[in-house]
């Protein structure tokens, strides 16, 4: 029996466009009763519809069409041969990170990031944040813009902008990144097991104010974050065989 797949499609003009075309070619069911999402769009909107699947409870695999710029996380986009592309992609696992943030005025948001988790200055003022690593202060202050954990699928993101490693994708491993450091100027970061828990906690917090960024959510006015793995929810991406996402995160590493 074949997958029940389901269409979902980023409000831009080129994703509604192939979506206009590619909705006459197979039978779609609705989100909720499909054995695969396929998404169309770019990576911004891929993250979108993992985010709405955690909301939901639900772990359907996607497999995403890029229609967007980069497409990191996504397959070329093509019409023809989607379900025997489908049944024979291959999956690849992730788990988000969990952001714990404590405001200046005592509110706690919890939110799961993908990619990575954030910490950057709100004002011209460098920020001054504490780093601890399972309950040990490893850094007692980073002046910097800000700092950031990135997952191995992230890590290619705002983590390899900011001069971060690259992690393969099954190394359990999770960048920790420094964005424009100031004091201590020359280091540029730690390589973190993701079974640890990551904690910063920001310095003079009233005159140099920090917000922290869970992907797309944003908390202004922190005074303290905690950074975990939350292995409890696996994601699941399918890519094309030759389009493995394990190959293309390796490829990264020797581009000039």
């Given amino acids: 029996m074949s997958a029940r797949l389901a269409l979902v499609v980023s409000p831009t003009e080129p994703a509604l466009d192939a979506a206009e075309a590619l909705r006459p070619l ?3 069911v609705d989100a909720a009763e499909a054995d695969i999402l396929v998404a169309l769009g770019g990576d911004g909107f891929l993250l979108q519809t993992l985010h709405a699947l955690m909301d939901a409870g639900r772990t359907t695999p996607v497999f995403g069409m890029n229609l967007g710029t980069v497409g990191f996380l996504m397959n070329q986009f093509r019409l023809d041969g989607l379900a025997g592309r489908v049944a024979a992609a291959r999956s690849f696992v992730l788990h988000p990170l969990t952001m714990e943030a404590e405001t200046v005025g005592g509110e706690i948001v919890r939110s799961p990031a993908i990619n990575e988790v954030s910490l950057l200055r ?3 003022q460098a920020a001054k944040i504490e780093i601890a690593i399972d309950g040990r202060v490893r850094m007692s202050e980073l002046a910097c813009d800000g700092v950031l954990v990135a997952t191995p699928a992230g890590s ?3 983590n390899l902008s900011a001069h971060g490693p690259i992690l ?3 190394s359990d ?3 920790l990144t420094p964005i424009s450091p100031f004091r201590p100027r020359r280091w540029r970061g730690a390589l973190i097991p993701d079974t640890s828990t990551i904690e910063f906690r920001v ?4 005159k140099r104010p920090v ?3 869970a992907d797309q959510v944003e908390v202004r006015d922190v005074r303290r974050i905690t950074v975990t793995s939350d292995r409890r929810v696996s994601l699941k991406l399918l890519f094309d065989p030759e389009y493995a996402l ?6 990264e590493q020797f581009l000039t």
Avoid at 203 to 206: D, F, K, Q, S, V
Avoid at 246 to 251: E, G, K, L, P, T
């Fill in 168 to 170: 393969p994708l099954n």
């Fill in 26 to 28: 197979h039978r779609w």
């Fill in 173 to 175: 491993l999770l960048a």
């Fill in 203 to 206: 310095l003079e917090a009233a």
């Fill in 211 to 213: 917000s922290a960024v």
């Fill in 156 to 158: 290619t993101a705002y």
């Fill in 122 to 124: 709100e004002t011209r």
């Fill in 246 to 251: 394990d190959d293309r995160i390796v490829m």
